[in-house]
């Protein structure tokens, strides 16, 4: 296998992909498609003109990848934005797809990324984003694993933990990303939870109904980002926090608790509290100290900060960010947070800008730019 060959190739039949009409994120990962093949094809049939069969397979890459996409939209458009709670729909073969995906010959975290790639719709920016990876790691993470299975046959489908996983992260990619993923998230996860008797699973689909409950206030009507603070809980969905909390309550009972079902305590506290002040802060920090023995994770030890620091006050809460690396995303954002609170504006105000030059979306780079210029104004008054 030449993979100088492959690596001079590569940009040409790029651009040959986007003259045809394909978007450009779209033409990498189809690229990237026929990369793998390549590799697994050409050791014993090496075709008479390299560049052209990696343009064909390219190109039939991009066109199956759109199939694979307007069949997933046609999916969810026949169902309403705001899931219905009771009843679960028909089962479709989707949820199966899912679990194919994460066969036991891969690790946990690649068979969450393939199957967010061939079956979520999820382009590798958006999927290495939400590991906080580089694009070009995430890429060659999904290549290997695309490379492990092959050759292997799609009779053994892999744990629900990961399957769990990857519905977590299909979800919040719709509830705050690019892709309006949410509704077809909770749709499946209504399906694992009529099949399976399961507290993660329960655990994961209350989750998703509290957060959901609050998706029509989390953005104004130009479209910038309305902090939870300030949103109008008289819009929040009532009956789906009513759902999310009744599940949420019967996983609790049964004592196995995961960090779905924590991250959902967390979400009902917020859900519960009539107002902002009258958030219960000091028991979302004793969630989060459970949040954290579960998962050991440095974003839910920076959210924690945020937590401590409404509980406790500001400098409780910077102490507790004083721990955290400062390359986390979103760190700077919550250190701004923190110092606005203790007064200290200019310091705050930096943050901000520094925030937004880092945010992974317009939305949050606008709101961050705001909240360092409305702190610069406060400061020259």
């Not at 694009?135 to 046959?153: C, F, G």
């Not at 009258?278 to 945020?306: G, K």
């Amino acid at each position: 296998m030449n993979e100088a060959l492959l690596r001079s190739l590569t940009p040409s039949v790029l651009g040959i992909l986007v003259r045809r009409g394909a978007d450009f994120a779209a033409a990498e990962d189809a690229v990237q498609d026929a990369l793998v093949e390549a590799v697994r094809v050409w050791p014993a049939d090496p075709p008479r003109d390299p560049k052209g069969w990696l343009v064909t397979v390219a190109w039939r890459k991009f066109l199956d990848a759109t199939r694979a996409d307007a069949a997933r939209h046609r999916r969810e458009d026949l169902f309403d934005e705001e899931p219905a709670p009771g009843a679960v729909p028909a089962v479709d073969d989707t949820l199966q797809l899912y679990f194919l995906c994460a066969h036991p010959s891969l690790t946990a975290s690649s068979a969450v990324a393939l199957t967010l790639r061939a079956v979520g719709g999820l382009t590798t920016r958006q999927i290495a984003q939400a590991y906080l990876v580089p694009e070009a790691t995430m890429a060659q993470r999904i290549s290997r694993a695309k490379r492990t299975v092959s050759d292997v046959r799609f009779d053994q489908p892999g744990d629900v933990a990961t399957v769990l996983r990857v519905l977590y992260l299909v979800f919040n990619e719709g509830y705050s990303g690019d892709v309006d993923l949410a509704a077809e998230a909770i749709r499946l996860t209504r399906q694992l939870a009529a099949a399976i008797d399961h507290p993660e699973v329960a655990g994961l689909l209350a989750l998703m109904l509290l957060h959901h409950a609050r998706r029509a206030t989390r953005t104004a009507p130009d479209g910038s980002l309305v902090p939870l603070a300030e949103q109008d809980r008289s819009r929040w969905d009532t009956e789906s926090i009513a759902e999310g909390v009744e599940i949420l309550q019967a996983a609790l009972a049964r004592d196995r608790l995961g960090e779905f079902q924590a991250q959902a305590a967390i979400a009902a506290l917020h859900a519960d509290a009539p107002t902002a002040e009258e958030t219960d802060w000091v028991q979302i920090v004793e969630w989060y100290d459970e949040l954290a023995r579960l998962t050991d994770s440095p974003v839910v030890r920076l959210n924690r900060a945020v937590a401590v620091g409404e509980a406790d006050g500001p400098r409780a809460g910077l102490a507790a960010l004083a721990a955290l690396d400062d390359s986390l995303p979103r760190h700077a954002a919550v250190a701004a947070y923190l110092h606005e609170r203790d007064g200290d504006l200019a310091t705050a105000a930096r943050l901000y800008a520094e925030a937004a030059h880092k945010a992974p979306n317009l939305a949050e780079r606008d709101h961050l730019t705001r909240q360092a210029a409305r702190l610069n104004a406060r400061r020259c008054r």
